[in-house]
Every structure is written in C-alpha cells, then in structure tokens.
C-alpha cells in the first residue's frame, strides 16, 4: 500500500532533479524521506484500522486524523467478496469486500487481510447474516467441502477457444489515444493529412512506384497484423480475466473464481438472485457457445459482471440454470411475438427519416455541384440504411418472443445475438404498461418489469396481451410476500 | 377491489387542489423567463412586444392549461395489496406496485403542497425500473392514511 503510494512521489522528485547540478547528493535522502514517510504512513493507517464483528453488525474503524467508524447490519450484506491482486497475492493476502448495494465508494472493504483470515470472516458473516449461527467464530471450513460440487469448470483448450471469440480492437483505440498524448515525441504531425498524403503520393511517390501486386501484398500484410493484434489482444484479455475459471455449487450460494494475476472469488447466494441472461455472440452463436449472467441484488452499475459461465454449449448452461432456481424455456412454451404494428411502424420511421436524408443528399448534391460526387456516396449510404433497418425490424418483428409460465417471465430480443432474459415471476418488482402517441393510436404497448439490479421489458405487444400478463403477474406477485419469499 | 385491474375501471382522481399547487409551481418555474423578458423589453433592442408576448402567451398557457391537462390525466387506484398509479398524456404510464414489493415509503412536502394542504406519497422498490414510484396531489391525510395502510402490508423491510 504504502509503496505503491510512493511511486509518483519519487517520480516527481526524479523527474524534477533533471536539471540541477549535483543532484544525485541532493535526491538520495529526499528518496529515502519519501520511502521513510509512505511506509510510515501505510503502517500507521494498518495500525489503525480494526474491524470487530458484533452481534448485529460488521464495523470497521480506521483514519489517522479523522476517525471514521462505519457499522453495516449483517441483514444489508448481500454479498462478501474477495479479492486478491497481484501483489498481495504474492504475499498472501486478500481484500475483502463487503457488498450492501450502496455501490462505488460507500461499499465497505477490508484491505488487507490473510487469505485464511479472510475467508473465516466471509464464512462467519455469512452464517450470522443467515442466522444459521450467532455463535463465536468456528474454524469449520472443511466440513463444507463435501457439499460443494463442480458446476462448470474452463481448461485451457476452452479458454483459447473463448480469447479466440474475444477479438478485440481495443488496443488501437489505445494506441490512437496514446498517439494523441504523447504526439510531441513523434517526428511528424500524425494528425496532419497533407503529411500523409505526401508519404503516400508525395514527391518521392515511393509507395506508388511500388507496383499493383507489392501494395496488393502490403495490404494484406497490413490486414493480417490487425487481425492477428486484434485476436492478441482478445486472447490475452480472455486468459487474464478467466484462467482457472470454476464455478461451484456449495451450501451458500454460486461460488465463482478466476484470474490469473487478479484472482477473484465472489459468492452468489442463491435465492438473491433476481434474473438470469443468456447471452451469445454474432459469430459464436452459429457454435452453439451462450454465456450465463446472473442479474443479483448486490449488482451494481459498476461491478456490473456477474458471469457464472462465460462460455459453455446450452447443455452445460443447463444445469447451472436449474441449480440457480430457474428453468430453460422447454420446446412446449407456447411462445409469443410481439404485435407486427410495433415493427411497423418502427421500420416505418426509420425508412422516412433515412428516406428523408437521402433526398437532402441528392438536393445539396444539385444545389451546389462542387459537392456532388460526396451527395451521392452520402445518398447511397442513406438508402443502403433505410433498407437494412427495414430488414432488421422484419427479422426482430419474426424473432422476438416472449412467454410466460407458472413461475417464469422469458423474453428473447435481439437479431444477431440475440439475448434471452429469465426472471423469476415471484421477484418482480413493479409492472408499468407504458405507451406513446403512436402506440396508443396502434394499440399497443409497452410492458416493463422492474427487477432489482437489471431491467426486463415486453416491447410492442398488444394493448389486450400486456394488461393480461400484467393482471397474471400482479396476481402471483401479491399473493407472496416479498420478505417471506423462500431461501 | 381485489382483482380489479383493469382499465376501465374508475380511477380515483387527486385532490382539485392539485391543479393549483402546479398553478403556483409554474408561476414561479416561468417568472424569472417574464423577468428577463421584460429586461429586454426595456433594453429595447427589438420593436416593442417582440419578447413579452411570446413569453407572457408561453406562460400563460403553461399556467392555466397545463396543470388541468396534467391533473386530468393523472389518477389513481388503491387495492387491497397493490396501488396503480396513472399518468401521461402524450406518454401514458399505467404502473403497479404490490404493497409486498415495497421498501419504504416516503411521504413528502414542498412548501407549495404544504399550502394547500397536499402532499406526495413515493413508493420506494427494490427495481432498477422504476425504483420509486410517486403519487402527487394527495391530501397530507390521505396519504399519510394510505402509507399506514402499505406499511402494515410491508412486513419486514429488509431484504
């Protein structure tokens, strides 16, 4: 902690000496103050923090100068995490994370602790927020273990598999970024065009002199250094993120670890989870490779990934569904579409407005002819639009669907990777039928669901249909109490 | 009252006085707008009555028709075990909120609403969509009546 805070320092102290005369006398016990003050000050604040777990609360006090002492009730803790990364790791060391749903800044962390010290006070906060036990702290961890049981596991072929999909071009953006921030060191102007031109078609016109095939082939080259960076980057990403992937069944909820220098290992208590996702990818999806989220009280915005199986055949995703409380749509679902209407009229817009843009393309492009060649690209570009989005809301139009069954709310959106939302009838929250002037005069609606920590909506069905599924879903939704719900 | 959920059914409208407390809100919401028109009035920068009556036809309208239009469309349902609330005119929202599914309530006043005697009720959920939903335009009565009522359905507020 205390090191890592002294790195700007000696920096700046590094940076600022460039210029003096004998600064090498002048930096050593400015160096050593520094290093003398951070590990100071990161052993004073370890001395003063403490944490006490009491009969109704977890508190942490700490602060040198201001004390703060922070007290959460054990019924608030939706969720205690751990987190280990590199450093620490190395050291043996975890950060616990107490998650209340207040999200960012006011959560409540606990760095750092032992891993084994860790673990025992995750175990006895859990067990007292349950109210399993209010007993002293118990070293009972291995009598768990019989219970847990491997719900999904990736090896490394699997892991490869998945980077693969994760092609990403990220690292352009950073280098682009990078190219901003740091222009001053580049010989040239990157963002001057005239300079590019003139590498390209300049007085030397060395790459035009090249010849057809030896530009064809620098293409090519250039074309496959993006894709190998690209499935670089996404690789590497993949494996850093997900090594060692395993989740597991245990008497207190979903178990997830993973990383591979950050190892992180959540704890999903079953009955707090609201709704599952399953998700998939554009190129993926023709592999059968789906994903499994798991949408839980404790998400919030930032923390946002709750991927219990980031890559798995629907045979695999299966059995963690059933394990988390829920059920896959079964091929008997009587499944319904939303009202033709709603695609209608949305592909209607959108052709109008392209439709629109086009016809001020074409009117620029006779109106001032200096402009034209640009009008017309700009028209095409227009009307290939307003073609694809109409194709886009016939496919949505033939492929949204929705259903309900005794326990479930199912919706499946989405045209090229398409996402199916599964939530619990019994853990909604409210029910909105919402419409706009042209939905009220078409006659449709509307129908969202709130759901702590996501959003689940039936989009431009019929009026009849959603006041239907609203009057079934208020119905199950007020016969249960929402504090007395099983688990 | 149980299963009554549907539309057609009567909704319970909101306190006339609804309609003049958002009378006063906009009063004061469009009086710095007639201020500064009126400054440029003076400044004298274009013919005379180029700025006020616009502004003054502006707020006249967001005075008078506003609220009533507002007021219309807005009402209410109180079951048993859930409240719907209405509201929208161009954007209907026709929302229900089962009394078990609700964290705490809230029952507020703005200065204006104290006035007459009004107040809002909002219903806090554990839902990202509509977290809370809020019912203007009762009486401080009705509403305090009403969240009595809620939280003796809200058995545990914690989750």
């Known amino acids: ?487 | 009252m149980q299963q009554s959920d549907r539309d057609g059914d009567e909704l319970t409208p909101l306190h006339p006085n609804y309609v003049k407390s958002l009378r006063v809100s906009w009063l004061i919401g469009t009086l710095p707008f007639v201020i500064g028109a009126l400054g440029l009035e003076v400044a004298g920068v274009l013919p005379r009555g180029s700025f006020i009556v616009p502004v003054l036809l502006v707020a006249l309208y967001a005075i008078v028709r506003v609220p009533l239009t507002r007021y219309q469309a807005r009402g209410y349902q109180m079951g048993g075990d859930r409240l719907r609330v209405v509201r929208g005119l161009l954007f209907r929202s026709d929302t229900v909120v089962p009394f078990g599914r609700v964290q705490h309530i809230d029952v507020h006043q703005g200065p204006v609403e104290r006035g007459y005697g009004l107040a809002t009720l909002v219903l806090h959920t554990a839902g990202n969509h509509n977290a809370s939903v809020r019912l203007p335009g009762l009486t401080h009565d009705d509403a305090v009546a009403m969240r009595e009522h809620i939280r003796a359905h809200v058995k545990r507020e914690t989750m």
């Not at chain 1, 009008?375 to 809301?393: C, K, M, N, P, Y």
């Not at chain 1, 919402?434 to 959003?455: E, K, S, T």
């Open chain 1, 1 to 487: 902690m205390g090191l890592r805070n002294a790195i700007l320092p000696v920096i700046a102290v590094l940076f600022g000496s460039r210029n003096w005369d004998g600064a090498g006398m002048a930096i050593l016990p400015i160096l050593g103050a520094v290093l003398l003050l951070s590990l100071g000050g990161g052993w004073l604040v370890w001395r003063k923090t403490r944490y006490r777990l009491g009969e109704s609360d977890v508190r942490i006090e700490g602060g040198i100068i201001n004390r703060t002492a922070r007290s959460v009730p054990y019924e608030r803790i939706q969720d205690v995490s751990l987190e280990q990364k590199l450093l620490p790791r190395l050291l043996g060391l975890v950060e616990v994370k107490f998650e209340t749903g207040a999200g960012g800044k006011d959560e409540l962390k606990l760095a750092f602790v032992t891993e084994a010290e860790g673990a025992a006070l995750r175990e006895a906060v859990r067990e007292r927020r349950d109210g399993v036990r209010t007993g002293p702290l118990s070293e009972s961890e291995g009598s768990l273990a019989p219970e847990t049981r491997t719900l999904f596991a990736m090896d490394l072929r699997r892991l490869v598999t998945f980077g693969l999909f994760e092609f990403s071009l990220v690292v352009f953006a950073v280098v682009a970024g990078a190219a901003q921030q740091f222009d001053f060191l580049l010989p040239f102007d990157v963002w001057d065009a005239d300079k590019w031109m003139e590498l390209l078609a300049g007085p030397g016109h060395w790459i035009a002199g090249l010849g057809i095939a030896t530009q064809a082939i620098a293409v090519s080259i250039a074309l496959a250094a993006f894709s190998i960076l690209g499935l670089v980057t996404g690789l590497s990403r993949t494996v850093l993120r997900d090594y060692g992937f395993r989740l597991e069944e245990t008497p207190k909820g979903l178990r997830r670890r993973r990383g591979l220098l950050t190892r992180t290992d959540v704890l999903m208590p079953v009955h707090r989870v609201q709704a599952l996702a399953v998700t998939t990818g554009i190129v993926r999806r023709r592999l059968g490779w789906h994903a499994l989220e798991v949408v839980s009280l404790s998400q919030d915005a930032t923390s946002g990934s709750h991927v219990v199986v980031p890559f798995a055949q629907m045979e695999e995703i299966a059995p963690v569904v059933t394990v988390a409380g829920f059920a896959l749509p079964g091929p008997e679902m009587s499944w319904h579409r939303p009202s033709p209407k709603y695609h209608f009229d949305n592909a209607a817009m959108g052709v109008s407005v392209l439709a629109a843009a086009a016809l001020a393309a074409g009117l620029l492009g006779t109106l001032l002819p200096f402009l034209a060649p640009m009008a017309q690209i700009a028209q095409g570009v227009f009307v290939l639009l307003a073609g694809f989005s109409a194709v886009r809301e016939y496919f949505l139009w033939r492929h949204d669907r929705h259903a309900i069954d005794g326990r479930h709310v199912f919706v499946s959106r989405g045209w090229l990777a398409p996402r199916l939302d599964i939530a619990s009838r019994l853990k909604l929250q409210t029910v909105e039928i919402r419409q706009g002037p042209i939905a009220r005069r078409r006659g449709y609606a509307n129908l969202d669901f709130g759901v702590a920590g996501g959003a689940l909506g039936m989009h431009g069905i019929p009026l009849e249909t959603a006041r239907e599924i609203r009057a079934a879903v208020i119905e199950t939704l007020a016969r249960v109490d929402f504090s007395r719900l099983p688990g």
